[in-house]
C-alpha cells in the first residue's frame, strides 16, 4: 500500500478586491466555510493602476503524518514522497492563461472562520474567529518576523519551504512535490518553527503591479513594482467542505511499497543479460502464529545466507556451501538486509555450472567464526529455488495475459485494507492432458505491473496508475504471483469502483494497459 491521502483540515480565501459598490475593499471578508477557493489578480479596475488580489489558505493534520510514521504505516523521511493536490473548479468566468502559482510555507497561526460569501465579500470577521487579508486571527494581523504588518498573509521563502507550478493554459489541477516542507513540519525545523499550513497565490510577476506611492495611498496594497500590468482572474479550486469527496485537497503520501521476491522467478546469470538482470531478490518472511515478528537476535539487523546445492536426485542440500556472486567476487555467504517487521532480504546471482534443477537458500545468524550456514548453529529458514536460462529470444511476438483477481469480494467496508491476489497466465498457454488433470496452473509473475481505480458511475479515475518513478501503486509478487494492498478508506463510501491494470512491456518501451477490469463495492463502515 504505497498512496495514502490526508485531506486539509482548515483552508480559507482572503482578498483585497473591492466589493461590488467597487468603492469599498473586502479586506474583512472570510470565506473558510465557502466549498470554492480561489486565487487571482486584478489590475486597473478602478484607477489606471489599482490592485485587487485574492489568496489561498491551507492548513494539513501533519500530526497524523507524524503519527502514522511511528506506527509504520508510511516509510521514514527519504523513502516517501509528499505531493500536495488541489482540484480545478469549473466556472462561468474567466479563467487566465501562461501563469505561475506559487505555494509557500505560512509564518503565522491563522484561523479558518466560517464565511462562505465569494462574490460580495459580506462576511466579515467583526471580532469574529477567523482570518481575512488583514488578520491572522481575531483581534490579531498578519506579521512579519520584524513585527510590520504584512497585509495579505506572511509567507517563507527558505529553500525547501517555497515552490511553484506554471500553468500554460487555465484549466487543470496543482500538483507538487512538498516532501521538503512536509519533512520539515514533522521534524519541527521550519523557518517558522511549526506547522502553520501554505499558501497559493500567483507568483509575483504575475500578481498586479503597485508602487511605493500606492502602498502609501491604501495599506490594503502590497508592494511590487515589477508586477503584472494585466489581470489573471480567476483560478479556483475545490475547498474541504466540497460535497465532492474526490476533489478536496490533499496531501498525497505516494512511496515504492512493492516487494519482488524472485524466489518463484529465478534465473541463472547469463552473458546476455545486463548485472541487474542477473541478481536475483530473495525474500526470508519470518511468521509466527501467523503474523510477522522480528528475529529476537537480530531485530532490525543483518541475517547471513548461503546456497547449497541439490543432491543427486535433487531431494535435499548438500552438507557444503555452493558459491555464488553479489559482486564480482565469489562467495559461500552473503549479507542479508532489514526491509520491515518480520522481512528480510538478500541480492544474489546464480553461477553454478551444473545448473542443477533445485538450489537450497538457508538463513542463518551472522557469526564471523563460522562463516557459512553449514556449521552454524542458529538457522532461521532453509528455502528452495529451482532457477531457470534466460530464453534464447526465437520470437518477437507480444504476450498476451488473461488476468483475475482470485479473492476479490464483492463488497467492502471503508475502514478495510484489503490484499488482492492477481493470477496471470499467458492466452496462448497449451497444457497437456497430465497438467490439467494433476496440477493447478501456475501464475506467471509480472515485474512491473500497477494497478488503478475507476468509479463506475461516471468512469473517474480516483486513483491513476502510479507509473512513475515513486511507484506508489505497483503489484509486489513471489512465489504465489502477483498482489497489492489497498486501502478502502481512500473511496468514498457507497459507489462501485473497477481495478484495472498495467502491465511494462520493456519491448515496447511502454505500459499496455489489460483489457479486463474488476468490480466492486465500498459501503459505509
Known amino acids: 500500500m504505497g498512496l495514502l491521502r490526508y485531506t486539509a483540515s482548515a483552508d480559507n480565501t482572503i482578498v483585497s478586491a473591492y466589493e461590488l459598490d467597487l468603492k469599498t475593499r473586502g479586506t474583512g471578508a472570510n470565506a473558510g466555510m465557502a466549498d470554492i477557493l480561489e486565487t487571482f489578480s486584478i489590475f486597473g479596475r478602478i484607477n489606471s493602476s489599482s490592485q485587487e488580489l485574492s489568496r489561498i489558505l491551507l492548513k494539513f493534520p501533519i500530526g497524523q503524518i507524524t503519527s502514522d510514521r511511528s506506527a509504520g504505516v508510511i516509510p521514514a523521511s527519504g523513502s516517501v514522497s509528499f505531493y500536495l493536490r488541489a482540484f480545478d473548479a469549473p466556472h462561468s468566468t474567466t479563467t487566465p492563461i501562461e501563469y505561475k502559482l506559487i505555494v509557500s510555507a505560512v509564518s503565522q497561526s491563522w484561523q479558518e472562520g466560517v464565511g462562505l460569501d465569494l462574490n460580495g465579500y459580506k462576511d466579515l470577521l467583526k471580532g469574529n474567529i477567523g482570518s481575512d487579508w488583514l488578520q491572522a486571527q481575531k483581534g490579531t494581523d498578519w506579521t512579519n518576523y520584524k513585527g510590520e ?56 510577476s504575475y500578481e498586479a503591479s503597485a508602487s511605493e506611492d500606492a502602498v502609501a495611498l491604501d495599506s490594503n496594497v502590497i508592494y511590487n513594482p515589477d508586477g503584472a500590468t494585466k489581470s ?28 519482488r521476491d ?13 548485472a541487474a538482470d542477473n541478481l536475483n531478490t530473495l525474500y526470508f518472511y519470518n511468521l509466527v502464529r501467523g503474523r510477522l515478528v522480528n528475529l529476537p537476535d537480530i531485530g532490525g539487523g543483518t541475517v547471513a545466507v548461503s546456497l547449497f546445492s541439490g543432491s ?74 529451482s532457477p531457470t536460462s534466460y530464453d534464447t529470444g526465437v520470437t518477437s511476438l507480444e504476450p498476451v495475459y488473461y488476468i483475475n483477481i482470485t479473492n476479490l469480494k464483492n463488497n ?51 486513483v491513476p496508475y502510479g507509473t512513475g518513478s515513486d511507484f506508489h501503486t505497483g503489484l509486489s509478487y513471489n512465489v504465489s504471483g502477483n498482489y497489492f494492498d489497498f486501502d478502502m478508506g481512500l473511496l468514498e463510501e457507497g459507489f462501485a469502483y473497477a481495478f484495472k491494470f498495467v502491465f511494462r512491456d520493456d519491448r515496447l518501451n511502454a505500459w499496455v494497459e489489460q483489457d479486463k477490469t474488476f468490480r466492486f463495492r465500498v459501503e459505509e463502515s
Not at 524472485?262 to 545486463?274: D, L, M, T, V, Y
Request: hydrophobic share 35%; proline share 4%; glycine share 8%.
Open 149 to 204: 504588518a504584512t497585509p495579505g498573509g506572511t509567507y517563507s521563502t527558505a529553500s525547501g519551504e517555497t515552490f511553484s507550478q506554471y500553468f500554460s493554459g487555465g484549466l487543470g489541477d496543482l500538483e507538487i512535490n512538498i516532501s521538503d516542507l512536509v519533512e520539515k513540519w514533522a521534524a519541527g525545523t521550519t523557518t517558522a518553527g511549526d506547522n502553520y499550513g501554505v499558501g497559493i497565490m500567483l507568483s509575483a
Open 232 to 259: 489573471y482572474y480567476t483560478k479556483r479550486f475545490f475547498a474541504r467542505g466540497s460535497q465532492f469527496f474526490f476533489q478536496r485537497p490533499v496531501i498525497e503520501a505516494r512511496w515504492d511499497s512493492s516487494v
Open 262 to 274: 524472485e524466489r518463484g522467478n529465478a534465473h541463472f546469470s547469463s552473458s546476455r543479460a545486463p
Open 412 to 462: 467492502y467496508n471503508s475502514n478495510e485494507k484489503a490484499r488482492l491476489n492477481l493470477y496471470v497466465r499467458k492466452k496462448d498457454w497449451k497444457p497437456t492432458i497430465y497438467t490439467v488433470a494433476n496440477s493447478s496452473i501456475k501464475s506467471v509473475g509480472i515485474r512491473s505491473a500497477s494497478y488503478g481505480v475507476v468509479r463506475l458511475i461516471d468512469d473517474r479515475v480516483v
Open 312 to 385: 543427486a536426485d535433487n531431494s535435499k542440500p548438500t552438507t557444503s556451501p555452493a558459491f555464488l556472486h553479489n559482486t564480482s567476487t565469489p562467495v559461500l555467504t552473503v549479507t542479508g538486509g532489514y526491509v520491515s517487521t518480520g522481512i528480510y532480504s538478500c541480492s544474489v546471482c546464480f553461477t553454478q555450472s551444473s545448473k542443477l534443477s533445485t538450489l537450497y537458500d538457508v538463513w542463518f545468524k551472522p557469526d564471523d567464526s563460522v562463516g557459512n550456514a553449514a556449521a552454524s548453529s542458529t538457522q532461521y529458514f532453509t528455502g528452495t529455488i
